[in-house]
């Protein structure tokens, strides 16, 4: 039987299809912060005031398109820094390297039953292989099972 630690390694890696206009999407190894369950609900709780917050600003009137869009590329930016450490591709990790991701990679933004709503989040979903080995679970939700807010 194989010997383990119960305290989970404070990163791993996971491949993510990230979506290319016009072309298959591409696998990209990502570098993932672990969280435990509590420190995953604290974060998914920031992430709904947050998202709370902006769609009652939106709901104003005056705001344009462009402001809300904005606004959204933000969030998700933020989101993706709260649970990514690094990755594998030609840009280096940065936060102007994050928005610009954010920013093109509209493809990582459809629609999904899945108990996760923040699109950023879903990209930790739609990962593939790496990490802890569960099966199509996601890096997140494999690091740190099912929580009371995507249970």
Known sequence: MAK???AQNPKFTALVQVPRIG????PVEFTFRYMDRVTLAEMFDRWNKARDAWAAKAQEEGVSWKDATAAEIKL????????????DL?????DDAILDLVRTCTGARRPSSRPTRQPIARLAWETEGGG????????????VGRTGADA
């Open 90 to 94: 030609d840009d280096e990790f940065s």
């Open 132 to 143: 802890t080995g569960a099966v199509r679970a996601g890096p997140v939700r494999r690091a």
């Open 76 to 87: 998700q930016a933020d989101q993706l820094k709260d649970i990514v450490v690094g990755w």
């Open 23 to 26: 072309g298959e999407a591409v």
């Open 4 to 6: 383990i630690k119960i």
